[in-house]
């Protein structure tokens, strides 16, 4: 069975701090990894993926196997960067279902 | 285009009526997802469509839900006989097959 956990429902930054969203998951095979973001009376979408190694409005995330990790991380929050953020998990080969973590609310005071 | 399209947005239940809601994913995409997402949870996945076959209906809690997708485009996921705890927001996602996920806006489902 495959499961992601976001530990910190809420973390609460100011302006220019580092951000941290922490994500593990637990997966027997090979994981394709997702960050999805919902901004205020938007819809999900996504982020980035580990896949295509990018950096997505300052966003950056490091797939981690041996730790089974896969944390989002920011150097300088902005107020905009406040939402809510999804870690989500796929298998990376045959048929796949995304499982999603519970969520991190990530507010960025002024 | 335009993006998935969910309605209704909202729908108030009473208890035990039956409800339909209806997702109309963005053309093209063959695989299409409902989730169930509780208040202060994430999504929950309940049944997966690759173009009109049911593949994955394993999320879905109970006989009382239905979902289909006769002509491999709009689905329609409905609950019989409503509960308390149905109270939710139903998301539907379509993808292409690349990993990404594409949401509608979601329905906001209460029962009373």
């Known amino acids: 069975a495959q499961r992601v956990t976001q530990p910190e429902k809420l973390l609460s930054v100011f302006k220019g701090a580092p951000v941290e969203l922490k994500c593990n998951y637990s997966?027997?095979?090979?994981?394709?990894l997702f960050w999805y973001v919902q901004y205020s009376r938007q819809r999900l979408q996504l982020l980035l993926r580990h896949i295509s190694r990018e950096s997505i409005k300052g966003f950056t995330a490091d797939l981690n196997k041996g730790e089974t990790s896969f944390h989002l991380k920011k150097p300088f929050a902005q107020e905009e960067d406040s939402a809510m953020y999804y870690c989500?998990?796929?298998?990376?080969?045959?048929?796949?279902?995304?499982?999603f973590g519970r969520g991190t609310s990530l507010i960025v005071h002024p | 285009g335009a993006g998935v399209s969910q309605s209704p947005r909202y729908k108030v239940a009473k208890r035990g009526q039956d409800v339909a809601l209806r997702c109309d994913p963005i053309s093209g995409h063959v695989s299409l997802f409902w989730y169930q997402q509780a208040l202060g949870q994430g999504p929950e996945f309940l049944t997966y469509?690759?173009?009109?076959?049911?593949?994955?209906k394993s999320g879905l809690p109970s006989d009382r839900f239905f979902a289909e997708r006769p002509e491999g485009s709009v689905s329609t996921l409905k609950i019989q006989r409503t509960q308390q705890e149905d109270s939710a927001v139903y998301l539907c996602?379509?993808?292409?097959?690349?990993?990404?996920?594409?949401f509608g806006e979601g329905s906001r489902l209460t029962v009373l």
């Open positions: 996602a379509s993808s292409r097959n690349t990993g990404e996920l594409f």
């Open positions: 989500a998990l796929t298998s990376s080969g045959g048929s796949y279902i995304p499982t």
């Open positions: 469509f690759q173009n009109e076959a049911q593949l994955d």
């Open positions: 997966y027997s095979g090979s994981p394709e």
